[in-house]
């Protein structure tokens, strides 16, 4: 029951971020005017599309150095050499 609902938050989330992405994309096409400086910045939905990416890359190097910076699930409790008793 419990991955259902689960599974039913992602999907939802999921269409959230696309149905944003999408807002931005066509909001970019009608409100900005950007005053381009380098060649890329004249490609359409440049703004959008380097602002997901740069999401994308966050989260991406949040997990790699998560891997470097956990701790075991014990470790608190090997460290006093007590459990919760």
Same mark, same amino acid.
């Given at each position: ?30 409100? !900005?005017?950007?005053?381009?400086? =380098? ?8 703004? +959008?599309?380097? *602002?997901? &990416? ?7 190097? !949040?997990?790699?150095?998560?891997? =470097? ?8 409790? +090997?460290?006093? *050499?007590? &459990?919760?008793?």
């Amino acid at each position: 029951m419990k991955e259902k609902a689960h599974k039913k938050i992602i999907k939802i989330t999921r269409s959230s971020f696309l149905a944003l992405f999408a807002i931005s994309l066509v909001a970019e096409m009608f409100f !900005v005017h950007p005053h381009v400086i =380098f060649g890329p910045e004249a490609s359409p939905f440049f703004y +959008a599309l380097f *602002g997901f &990416g740069s999401g994308v890359i966050l989260i991406v190097l !949040v997990k790699i150095l998560g891997l =470097f910076i956990k701790r075991r699930p014990d470790y608190y409790q +090997a460290q006093n *050499g007590k &459990g919760d008793e």
